[in-house]
């Protein structure tokens, strides 16, 4: 995608303001409905009672957590800005959230009355971003964490999308190497954060790429903070940007760099972890059940393996909203935490400080996630909002198509409507490169959200604009058309049930004309029903070479996919946004707009 050249206009950095001047500007805060709370062990405890004259034994100290906002500024549209209260009869509601404006207003409403409160994430603020902040390489999403007062952030995997160094620049400010400034005498200064890394390491030293941990002072209460990313992050991002470096284990560097803490004398110690779990139920206010029974996935085991020196982790990934109280290794319940994505929550977390000992009173943790309604929004992130807008708009504003209905993606089903169009539009787009392509193949990671009937601006409804496109598909991947033999094709097919993706439900989405059975009863690589594949409606031959449209990442070997990797006779195409609104200018119009394709290339036996 090219980027727009961009008129160079005076302007100056927006700077952190007080949460005081900020409630001035935006008047009375918002007010977010009740959520379930969790505790590890029953309460606050300790907690201010203490002899006259004496000091008190211990203080309160409140964190405040996010995670994968990938860069949401403004309010996020379809299934991505909505959460799901559960009610006291059982029965669930839908509430409209998110939108850094009102992100910022919520967060400073919590930390009022607070002398000790700090601001965390655990991954993915930047990557898979809209337009608004992708078309600046995330600068905006830097700044709007800036003005929220945002202290500590440990990386996601999509802090990788545009490399490590490209992070490390983020970090430390300067203009991108090749776009510049964006803005005459506006030089972007980086984060006023750090960036936490404990288990990214470079290959030959072993030594984190940033910071593997922070020591926060909280009016003299120490806090400990150590930020690591799933360790396969190495699977599901681009490699020339991780060239050189490593991911090792979450829960050994939890344990190494907790010891260190120790040593210098810090013994409360939070964990910001990149990987988490699928609670039983997707409302965010819904018991975790005792024990955290109802949470599954990754970070159950790695909570049971991390030390009980960790006080309560802090996780992400799975976009899911969950507070469980689990035990850890001796025993002793820890909050673990996640707060969905997009800025649509946060997690409120609420704990004790021993002065003597210098650590959290693990029975005092509390905690709970809290939505982020669109009431008030701070003038601040308006204007900035506003700022970056300028820039991007008349490029994202441009219509490209006309859809009659919603044309969604849900990660949960092996087949979607929108993985369908995406496939079919990098299939028409690779035979404009190469007419004997055959069929294309989507990953279901790369599609971030679903095309919305409802108008998001102006344009009116119905309307696709190419900011909306490139929402659902932010990574500007190229689209690669690539030599398979039918023996090949048949082991991709396996990859999707076995190995890395055997609980990872990475069904590929096929294009029209492709398709086969999947039987769910089954395990492994017998779930791909033998003799089932079809190409153009004849079956599929071994000794056959087929041309496979894929997108650049797929073409690394990206999400579990190495026989991808192994292609042939590589041609390469355009920008795969690019291949969907050309797609949708030539299959729709204000008269005939497109509606959904069905879900049946995948036959599923469940």
């Given at each position: 995608?090219?980027?727009?050249?961009l008129?160079?206009?005076?302007?100056?950095?927006?700077?952190?303001?007080?949460?005081?001047?900020?409630?001035?500007?935006?008047?009375?805060?918002?007010?977010?409905?009740?959520?379930?709370q969790?505790?590890?062990?029953?309460?606050?405890h300790?907690?201010?009672?203490?002899?006259?004259?004496?000091?008190?034994?211990?203080?309160?100290?409140?964190?405040?957590?996010l995670?994968?906002?990938h860069?949401?500024?403004?309010?996020?549209?379809?299934?991505?800005?909505?959460?799901?209260?559960?009610?006291?009869?059982?029965?669930?509601?839908?509430?409209?959230?998110?939108?850094?404006?009102?992100?910022?207003?919520?967060?400073?409403?919590?930390?009022?009355?607070?002398?000790?409160?700090?601001?965390?994430?655990?991954?993915?603020?930047?990557?898979?971003?809209?337009?608004?902040?992708?078309?600046?390489?995330?600068?905006?999403?830097?700044?709007?964490?800036?003005?929220?007062d945002?202290?500590?952030?440990?990386?996601?995997?999509?802090?990788?999308?545009?490399?490590?160094?490209?992070?490390?620049?983020?970090q430390?400010?300067?203009?991108?190497?090749?776009?510049?400034?964006?803005?005459?005498?506006?030089?972007?200064?980086?984060?006023?954060?750090?960036?936490?890394?404990?288990?990214?390491?470079?290959?030959?030293?072993?030594?984190?790429?940033?910071?593997?941990?922070?020591?926060?002072?909280?009016?003299?209460?120490?806090?400990?903070?150590?930020?690591?990313?799933?360790?396969?992050?190495a699977?599901?991002?681009?490699?020339?940007?991780?060239?050189?470096?490593?991911?090792?284990?979450?829960?050994?560097?939890?344990?190494?760099?907790?010891?260190?803490?120790?040593?210098?004398?810090?013994?409360?110690?939070?964990?910001?972890?990149?990987?988490?779990?699928?609670?039983?139920?997707?409302?965010?206010?819904?018991?975790?059940?005792?024990?955290?029974?109802?949470?599954?996935?990754?970070?159950?085991?790695?909570?049971?393996?991390?030390?009980?020196?960790?006080?309560?982790?802090?996780?992400?990934?799975?976009?899911?909203?969950?507070?469980?109280?689990?035990?850890?290794?001796?025993?002793?319940?820890?909050?673990?935490?996640s707060?969905?994505?997009?800025?649509?929550?946060?997690?409120?977390?609420?704990?004790?400080?021993d002065w003597?000992?210098?650590?959290?009173?693990?029975?005092?943790?509390?905690?709970?996630?809290?939505?982020?309604?669109?009431?008030?929004?701070?003038?601040?992130?308006?204007?900035?909002?506003?700022?970056?807008?300028?820039?991007?708009?008349?490029?994202?504003?441009?219509?490209?198509?006309?859809?009659?209905?919603?044309?969604?993606?849900?990660?949960?089903?092996?087949?979607?409507?929108?993985?369908?169009?995406?496939?079919?539009?990098?299939?028409?787009?690779?035979?404009?490169?190469?007419?004997?392509?055959d069929?294309?193949?989507?990953?279901?990671?790369?599609?971030?959200t679903d095309?919305?009937?409802?108008?998001?601006g102006?344009?009116?409804?119905?309307?696709?604009?190419?900011?909306?496109?490139?929402?659902?598909?932010?990574?500007?991947?190229?689209?690669?058309?690539?030599?398979?033999?039918?023996?090949?094709?048949?082991?991709?097919?396996?990859e999707?049930?076995?190995?890395?993706?055997?609980?990872?439900?990475r069904?590929?989405?096929?294009?029209?004309?492709?398709?086969?059975?999947?039987?769910?009863?089954?395990?492994?690589?017998?779930r791909?029903?033998?003799?089932?594949?079809?190409?153009?409606?004849?079956?599929?031959?071994?000794?056959?070479?087929?041309r496979?449209?894929?997108?650049?990442?797929?073409?690394?070997?990206?999400?579990?996919?190495?026989?991808?990797?192994?292609?042939?006779?590589?041609?390469?195409?355009?920008?795969?946004?690019?291949?969907?609104?050309?797609?949708?200018?030539?299959?729709?119009?204000?008269?005939?707009?497109?509606?959904?394709?069905?879900?049946?290339?995948?036959?599923?036996?469940?």
């Open positions: 995608m090219q980027r727009p050249t008129t160079r206009l005076p302007g100056s950095r927006h700077r952190r303001i007080t949460a005081a001047l900020a409630t001035a500007l935006t008047g009375a805060l918002v007010l977010a409905l009740p959520a379930t969790a505790s590890a062990g029953g309460g606050h300790g907690g201010g009672k203490h002899k006259p004259g004496k000091p008190p034994a211990t203080t309160e100290l409140q964190v405040l957590a995670n994968d906002l860069g949401a500024l403004e309010p996020p549209s379809g299934s991505g800005g909505r959460v799901t209260h559960l009610h006291e009869d059982g029965t669930t509601s839908t509430i409209e959230a998110g939108g850094v404006e009102y992100l910022a207003t919520a967060l400073r409403e919590a930390r009022e009355g607070h002398k000790r409160s700090v601001t965390v994430a655990a991954g993915d603020m930047v990557g898979a971003t809209p337009l608004l902040s992708a078309l600046f390489h995330d600068e905006p999403t830097i700044e709007a964490l800036n003005l929220m945002m202290d500590v952030v440990g990386v996601g995997n999509h802090e990788f999308d545009e490399g490590w160094e490209e992070l490390v620049r983020l430390d400010g300067g203009c991108h190497p090749e776009d510049g400034c964006y803005v005459d005498g506006r030089t972007y200064e980086g984060s006023d954060f750090p960036f936490l890394a404990a288990n990214v390491v470079h290959e030959d030293t072993g030594k984190p790429i940033l910071a593997p941990y922070v020591i926060k002072n909280l009016k003299g209460a120490k806090v400990g903070f150590i930020g690591v990313t799933l360790e396969g992050t699977d599901i991002v681009t490699q020339s940007g991780i060239e050189g470096i490593a991911f090792l284990d979450e829960a050994e560097t939890i344990n190494k760099y907790a010891k260190q803490l120790k040593r210098r004398g810090v013994n409360a110690v939070i964990a910001l972890v990149h990987e988490g779990g699928y609670p039983a139920s997707s409302a965010y206010n819904a018991d975790c059940g005792p024990g955290g029974a109802n949470l599954s996935g990754p970070i159950v085991e790695i909570s049971q393996n991390t030390t009980p020196m960790v006080d309560a982790l802090v996780t992400g990934h799975t976009h899911q909203p969950y507070v469980c109280s689990m035990p850890d290794p001796a025993g002793n319940e820890r909050l673990v935490t707060a969905a994505s997009n800025g649509r929550l946060f997690t409120e977390l609420t704990m004790e400080y003597r000992k210098r650590d959290i009173v693990r029975a005092s943790v509390s905690g709970s996630n809290v939505v982020v309604e669109r009431e008030r929004a701070a003038a601040d992130l308006t204007g900035l909002i506003g700022f970056w807008d300028a820039l991007a708009g008349p490029l994202g504003a441009r219509p490209v198509g006309w859809i009659a209905e919603d044309i969604n993606e849900d990660r949960n089903l092996p087949e979607t409507p929108l993985g369908n169009l995406i496939a079919d539009a990098q299939l028409a787009h690779a035979r404009t490169v190469d007419p004997s392509t069929l294309a193949l989507m990953n279901p990671g790369g599609i971030r095309l919305v009937h409802a108008a998001s102006d344009e009116g409804d119905g309307v696709v604009t190419f900011e909306e496109a490139f929402t659902v598909q932010p990574f500007t991947n190229y689209v690669h058309i690539i030599d398979l033999s039918g023996e090949q094709l048949l082991a991709v097919l396996h999707q049930v076995t190995g890395g993706n055997a609980e990872a439900n069904i590929l989405q096929p294009s029209e004309g492709f398709g086969y059975t999947l039987d769910l009863t089954r395990t492994g690589a017998d791909i029903v033998a003799g089932s594949v079809t190409i153009g409606g004849e079956p599929l031959d071994p000794a056959a070479t087929y496979v449209a894929v997108n650049s990442f797929l073409a690394g070997g990206g999400d579990a996919f190495p026989t991808l990797a192994e292609g042939g006779n590589t041609v390469v195409g355009g920008i795969d946004v690019d291949a969907l609104a050309d797609y949708l200018t030539a299959h729709s119009s204000p008269e005939n707009p497109l509606t959904a394709p069905a879900a049946d290339r995948i036959t599923v036996i469940r």
